[in-house]
């Protein structure tokens, strides 16, 4: 397999530090505490920013952020697990509702659908 040259490839051989991130965190029991996230696949995953700007368009302007290195981030996360860094992601997903919110229920199930799925179900057990 041959080396493609770095201006022809999406994304090159030799990984470089971010530099400087700005890293979204949360309050904890000792000061600020680095925020996690998921990626699509459900892994999790430090997060930094290249910009100020570009955390206040992915997180809002009320995220508090530090400034931090690349190693240093991984210096940080990897004790708990986590060795992916993410950087200047496109798209977060919308936060979720407070805990003490009602979450609105869905559509009822008719009493006729319990039952007949009480009766497949039974009809299923003597087929066997």
Known sequence: MEQLLYGEDPEPSDRFPAGPLYVPVRPGPSGSVVRLFRTPLGDRSAVGFTSAC???ATLGTGQAWIRLAEPALRALT?????TT???DPPFTACAPAPAGQAVPAGPAVPAAALAASA????WEESRR
């Open 54 to 56: 570009g955390l206040v």
């Open 78 to 82: 990897t004790p708990l697990g986590v």
């Open 85 to 87: 860094v993410t950087i």
């Open 119 to 122: 009766r497949w179900t039974g």
